[in-house]
């Protein structure tokens, strides 16, 4: 076992440093035989009405799915729920109790998901804690403690997409009424035991297989504190470099029922920023003149997820809410947005108040608390496969074309695009993606072949644009939105 982020850093690193394995051919063959189609059949003037995805899903990823199992998902959702309470500054000492039980058997979860991966040397799957010191913040931090990550990485196997990394995360802590009470029964059963229970099952499931860029599996401590384990994490990681090209939280994705009655059994929200949380003045000045107030990299992920849900007809699909988060409530996706990484935060869409940060009690007949009954593992498990589906296309797909230009140096009607080509073996081409300026996702695909540079027969002033890559099987990358340049 390893401990604390330096050695999380130093494996990352190891990894990375791997000899390439031999170019594949320069020429782009037919796509593999159950991968998603290569570039798209579309007329220019055709709306990609049901997502910009088209062709067979991946076999390979529909298999992967069938492989998500709502019991243990239940058994899982149970176990942490059973250990009391999850708050950070509870008992790290006890073998049955508070949040330092959780931790070990959650780190024995990852460990035996690990050993079960089949791949040996730099390529294994590892879990270790990532440990932070944290003093008092004078907020909900009233001591010196340590904040201890829990977290799992499958190494990419393809040496040019190692270097990026796609996190799927959870919060194991837990709360009761009072933030600061350590010690009262808090179940966090759907907050967050949901989401820390679809973390283990993801780790299970996709040990076992591989990725051209590196799986991170990561259960939170602090959130409830204030984004603390998630924020030190991402602190961290933005100062060593790190490529975290995406990051999918999960947080409250476990109860698809209406407190006003009903289900919404089918959907999740998924919430993402639309201006990088990081952008400077000129940043803001630029998108108010070019109208691209939705397009940060966390919005283009949004997209994605909800692009390939839509070509694996999943069960669960995700309804996009352009915001970073809800109001008077946050997540750890943030903590990645402040660090400048694309992130996005999954939740169910009617939160139920009463069962959320409250002590387990019955009071004027109203029943309160966060309990295991009320996570339906049927709806856990389709949530999970979203999450499965989308880590795994965004892993084997191509990193987004670099530096995209939209010239603007002289007055014409047609637009040129220019960009610098991702460094996969396997790029087979790029693709041109346009929407009206009034529209919410992608509506329009042109395939451009392996051109670094477009021009396309539509005005800039009316439309929005941007490009991604695609490989010899049909995966796409996120959409790369592109700068205004004048040169």
């Given amino acids: 076992m390893r401990r604390g982020f330096f050695c999380f850093i130093t494996a990352a690193l190891a990894c990375e440093a791997a000899p390439a394995r031999p170019a594949a051919p320069a020429a782009p063959s037919a796509p593999a035989a159950g991968s998603p189609a290569g570039p798209p059949v579309r007329s220019p003037s055709a709306p990609a009405s049901a997502g910009t995805l088209t062709g067979p ?97 499958l190494p990419g196997s393809l040496p040019e997409a190692r270097r990026r990394r796609y996190y799927v995360l959870g919060h194991y802590d837990s709360r009761a009424s009072d933030a600061m009470d ?49 924020r030190k994490h991402a602190e961290a990681a933005k100062a060593a470099g790190l490529e975290i090209a995406g990051v999918l939280s999960n947080d409250i994705v476990g109860d698809p029922s209406d407190p006003r009655g009903g289900s919404h059994r089918h959907t999740i929200r998924l919430f993402s920023e639309g201006v990088p949380a990081t952008a400077d003045l000129a940043a803001w000045q630029l998108a108010r003149q070019t109208g691209a107030f939705a397009d940060a990299p966390s919005r283009q992920l949004a997209r994605t997820i909800a692009d390939v849900a839509a070509l694996h007809e999943l069960a669960v699909r995700p309804i996009l ?10 997540g750890d996706h943030t903590a990645f947005n402040e660090q400048g990484f694309a992130a996005v935060r999954f939740t169910e869409v009617a939160e139920d108040y009463d069962r959320q940060h409250q002590n387990v009690r019955d009071e004027g007949g109203r029943a309160y ?20 589906a989308a880590l795994a296309h965004l892993a084997n797909a191509p990193s987004p074309p670099g530096d995209p230009k939209l010239m603007a140096a002289e007055l014409t009607g047609d637009t040129t695009l220019r960009w610098t080509a991702s460094p996969e073996p396997d790029v087979a081409g790029y693709e041109v993606l346009r929407r009206a300026t009034s529209a919410p ?12 540079e477009a021009t396309l027969p539509r005005s800039k002033d009316d439309w929005l644009f941007a490009v991604r ?14 700068r205004v340049a004048r040169e």
């Fill in 182 to 230: 350590a010690t009262s029964d808090a179940p966090g059963a759907n907050d967050d035991g949901s989401g820390t229970a679809l973390v283990l099952e993801l780790a299970r499931v996709m040990a076992t297989r591989s990725f051209d860029a590196t799986l991170v599996f990561m259960a939170t401590a602090g959130e409830e504190q204030g984004l603390v384990g998630a």
């Fill in 369 to 388: 608390g966060d309990l295991p009954a009320h996570v339906d593992a049927t709806y856990l498990a389709d949530v999970a496969r979203l999450d499965a």
């Fill in 321 to 330: 809410v352009f915001r970073p988060d809800r109001f008077l409530r946050g």
């Fill in 469 to 482: 890559a695609y490989d010899r099987d049909g995966y796409r990358s996120p959409a790369a939105f592109p």
């Fill in 57 to 153: 899903a991946p076999a390979s990823v529909t298999a992967m799915l069938a492989d998500v199992d709502p019991a243990r998902l239940r058994a899982d959702v149970d176990r942490l729920a059973g250990f009391g309470t999850r708050h950070t500054l509870s008992d790290t000492t006890s073998e049955t109790r508070g949040i330092g039980a959780a931790r070990r058997w959650l780190l024995a979860e990852l460990e035996r998901a690990a050993q079960t991966s089949g791949r040996t040397g730099e390529l294994a799957m590892t879990a270790a804690l990532d440990v932070h010191r944290v003093a008092p913040d004078g907020k909900r931090i009233d001591r010196e403690v340590e904040v201890v990550n829990v977290v799992a990485v």
């Fill in 441 to 452: 996702t992608w509506e329009y695909v042109e395939d451009v072949g392996a051109a670094t």
